[in-house]
């Protein structure tokens, strides 16, 4: 596995990537990451990413987008994008415990019927539809969706390879519409942050999760996730 960090020139973008990038759109930064991956078939996407923005000394945004991205092989650099692009392969001990960030869109099949097919429902919004709505903004709303985002992370980190000792950070909720050239229907998807701290608990099965990633929505920038050593 790599894992890289890539910048842009902003200046090598057209107008409408422009706008679109620095407002957080998906679709164009998943369209322009793949021009590192020149002779891979479209059908093979080789990668998985996370977009931010950049910070200044001062902890405040500096307005400029960038990307972490793991991948099964090497970016090729182009001109118009900085990339660092390293090997990955941490040694990982059962017990050790890591600083995480994901991001991640949380869904959960719900039966349609008899004789209909399920169909994936967003975690975060099937716990708020219960309250009135007069209260969705209420703390009890709140307090109820942000469980709802732990216990979907929780319930599938045995299977991820981790477990999580203390409940991580949850924020920055958001509902996406990326918009389709062809006027189409919108994609529709959401994403939620998580940050804390796991423990390793299958170093290999850790290893797999690192380069598949978590849950759906990995074309658009979910499922990337990020560790680091905690100082001792």
Same mark, same amino acid.
């Given at each position: 596995m790599y894992l890289s960090s890539v910048r842009l020139d902003l200046n090598s973008l057209t107008r409408a990537e422009l706008f679109d990038v620095l407002e957080g759109g998906a679709y164009t930064a998943h369209q322009l990451l793949w =021009?590192?991956?020149?002779?891979?078939?479209k059908g093979e996407r080789p990668f998985i990413f =996370?977009? !931010?923005? !950049? !910070?200044?000394?001062?902890?405040?945004?500096a307005g400029l987008p960038r990307f972490y991205v793991g991948s099964n092989r090497p970016l090729e650099p182009i001109e118009g994008f900085d990339v660092q692009c390293k090997p990955?392969?941490?040694?990982?001990? =059962?017990? !050790?415990r890591l600083a995480f960030r994901l991001r991640a869109n949380p869904t959960v099949a719900k039966p349609a019927g008899e004789g209909r097919r399920s169909h994936r429902a967003d975690v975060l919004m099937d716990a708020r539809y219960p309250f009135p709505k007069g209260e969705r903004t209420s703390q009890a709303c709140v307090e109820a969706m942000d469980a709802a985002a732990w216990h979907w992370l929780d319930e599938r980190a045995e299977s991820l390879g981790f477990s999580l000792p203390v409940k991580p950070e949850v924020g920055a909720y958001r509902q996406h519409a990326l918009v389709k050239k062809d006027g189409g229907q919108p994609i529709r998807y959401s994403s939620v942050d998580y940050e804390g701290l796991l423990e390793v608990a299958d170093p290999e099965r850790l290893r797999e999760t690192l380069h598949d990633g978590?849950? =759906?929505?990995?074309?658009?920038?979910?499922?990337?996730l990020l560790l680091r050593r905690v100082p001792e």
């Open positions: =021009r590192l991956f020149p002779d891979i078939p =996370r977009q !931010e923005m !950049e !910070e200044d000394a001062n902890g405040k945004s990955f392969d941490p040694q990982l001990a =059962r017990g !050790e978590i849950g =759906r929505a990995k074309a658009f920038g979910c499922g990337l």
